[in-house]
């Protein structure tokens, strides 16, 4: 009988990951190099050609060793990656993870502790709680929060604490503006609710006097109102006017979610975090902070104002939190999400936040902020290029002066193709931008200049 591969826990378990480790580090390095941009050259197919010449035969007859594969797959995925660590891949809010972020969640994937009962994961169910109230605690004195894989899962779960804190008043209605994110509609379809009202943002932030003009038509209780206001728009990084919506909530009787998933980093910053002025009215807010958090995906939370709204999410299975387990003392891990078994993403975010500390990750969000002045400063003294606004947070739209909608989607499929830069689009105004979310720490005003030639050279005369 062979002996099994060996496993990444357990006191062997170090020594059997580091020559695998050197391996992958190798493969990310090589991969890198063979890339040399912030995308790989040539487009979809060329991409899904260099993949399948070192995936196939994906399920080989005899495997060619974990060393082996490593490196094949690892390169592969490098040289083809869209890299977040280049300063001129800035499309997404799609951060490059801090070192010491990735290092501890190759630590959560060696251990793999499950966060839905405590005798998987007796010390992460402590830190998990520990670091989901600290951090509540940051919008919300006295309030818990709940670990989620982002944005659209923490949105979703707003809506269902939303519904289920007030069922006796019938059917929740969702209030949402125009340019909220669209996983809020996502979710009012999926827990079976009425299509949302969506209410006019005409300048890209929620309007308050449309906001209160629909609550008045829609009238009082018996109904459950949810208005989701924005802290960080995906578009433009916007932020809705939050203490006078939240004025309007209370004068409405409505709960108020606010989706900070891209806007809540500023909370970290002592320069800015008076741009999210009102978040501390709202009944949940959702966090990422796989976006200004610099933590690899996923890394979202929900938090909220009333831990008893959590109640709601109470689960009982014998197998995990059995009653008399629960009266002896052993910690009800299953109502803390509607997913069961759960990776610890609580520990990167611990280690990020002890490592750094509220200064530095204030200085990392202030760092991104200031290059996106930097970078709208340098577009609108370009006589090639038009700003759409001064950036709110870290994302900066532009365009060609001249160039019609098709053009500018044609510069940015071009740039992609050739792999040289990764810009993003938006339809604000009535018009087509280019989007640059800047999220890298590293970025040098030498790159944003640099950026801005790319596109100037892509532009036909």
């Not at 190798?26 to 040539?42: I, M, S, V, W």
């Not at 109904?223 to 990084?237: E, K």
């Amino acid at each position: 009988m062979s002996t099994p591969p060996p496993l990444a826990g357990g006191a062997q378990g170090p020594d059997a990951l580091r020559p695998l480790l050197a391996a992958a580090l190798d493969a990310l390095r090589e991969g890198a190099a063979a890339r040399t941009g912030p995308l790989p050259a040539g487009g979809p197919e060329a991409v899904a050609t260099r993949v399948r010449a070192a995936a196939e035969p994906v399920l080989p007859e005899r495997g060619l060793g974990p060393e082996a594969a490593l490196r094949a797959l690892v390169h592969s995925v490098a040289e083809g990656a869209a890299d977040p660590a280049d300063p001129l891949c800035a499309a997404h809010l799609h951060c490059p993870p801090l070192a010491v972020a990735a290092a501890a969640d190759l630590a959560a994937s060696a251990l793999n502790p499950s966060m839905d009962s405590w005798d998987q994961a007796p010390a992460a169910s402590v830190l998990e709680e520990l670091v989901t109230r600290a951090l509540a605690a940051e919008i919300h004195e006295g309030g818990d929060a709940l670990v989620t894989t982002g944005g659209t899962e923490s949105n979703q779960l707003a809506l269902l604490l939303a519904r289920e804190a007030h069922a006796d008043r019938g059917p929740a209605r969702l209030l949402v503006g125009e340019n909220a994110h669209h996983s809020l509609a996502r979710a009012a379809w999926l827990l079976g609710l009425p299509e949302p009202v969506a209410v006019p943002a005409p300048a890209g932030t929620l309007d308050p006097a449309a906001l209160d003009e629909a609550l008045t038509e829609l009238g009082g209780p018996p109904h459950t109102f949810l208005v989701a206001a924005t802290a960080g728009t995906t578009d433009a990084g916007l932020i809705d006017p939050l203490d006078e919506i939240a004025d309007l909530c209370a004068a409405h009787g409505a709960r108020l979610h606010i989706d900070a998933a891209y806007g809540g980093g500023l909370l970290f910053s002592d320069v800015r975090k008076g741009l999210l002025r009102g978040i501390e009215r709202a009944d949940t807010v959702t966090l990422d902070l796989h976006k200004l958090g610099w933590q690899p995906a996923a890394a979202g939370l929900l938090a909220v104002r009333d831990p008893h709204d959590l109640d709601a999410l109470g689960h009982r299975a014998d197998y995990l939190n059995a009653d008399d387990d629960t009266d002896a003392g052993l910690p009800d891990l299953l109502g803390r999400s509607l997913r069961t078994t759960r990776r610890p993403d609580v520990l990167k975010i611990a280690v990020t936040l002890k490592a750094l500390g509220r200064t530095g990750l204030g200085a990392l969000v202030d760092e991104v902020c200031d290059q996106a002045r930097e970078f709208a400063d340098l577009i609108e003294a370009h006589p090639a290029f038009e700003l759409y606004d001064t950036p709110a947070i870290s994302t900066v739209l532009f365009r060609p002066e001249g160039a019609d909608d098709d053009r500018i989607a044609d510069v940015r499929r071009r740039l992609l193709t050739e792999g040289t830069a990764v810009l993003g689009r938006a339809d604000l105004d009535g018009r087509r931008w280019l989007k640059a979310t800047l999220l890298n720490p590293h970025t040098r005003p030498g790159d944003l200049a640099a950026l801005l030639k790319l596109v100037e050279g892509t532009t036909p005369r």
